[in-house]
């Protein structure tokens, strides 16, 4: 059984910075990419960060220079760095993987950027 867990949402000022993790347990196979999505109030899921199983990585505009993704391999765990935050950042983040030909999602994490 495959289950991913994120991590590390809360509540922090605009210009601050938090880190997500997206811990996965179980096996999981044919990994192509570690993504990251997000879901504000009232708008669609977006794609924020993507990294793929080769190590590249490809960010939405609205944060690109702002959020990193890594991931540490040993701990089979998957970040999200995200500084200098902003109000439009506040959402439900979610960790998904995508696993050919299967996709799993986490529970999410909420964030809200707030003064």
């Known amino acids: 059984q495959v289950r991913l867990v994120e991590s590390g949402g809360g509540l922090v000022q605009p210009g601050g910075s938090l880190r997500l993790s997206c811990a996965a347990s179980?096996?999981?196979?044919?990994?192509?990419?570690m993504d990251w999505y997000r879901q504000a109030p009232g708008k669609q899921r977006e794609s924020v960060a993507t990294?793929?199983?080769?190590?590249?990585?490809n960010y939405a505009n609205s944060v690109k220079g702002r959020f990193t993704v890594s991931r540490d391999n040993g701990k089979n765990t998957v970040y999200l760095q995200m500084n200098n935050l902003k109000f439009e950042d506040t959402a439900v983040y979610y960790c998904s993987w995508y696993a050919r030909p299967v996709r799993y999602w986490g529970q999410g994490t909420q964030v809200t950027v707030s003064s």
């Open positions: 179980g096996s999981i196979f044919n990994i192509v990419s």
């Open positions: 990294l793929t199983s080769g190590g590249t990585t």
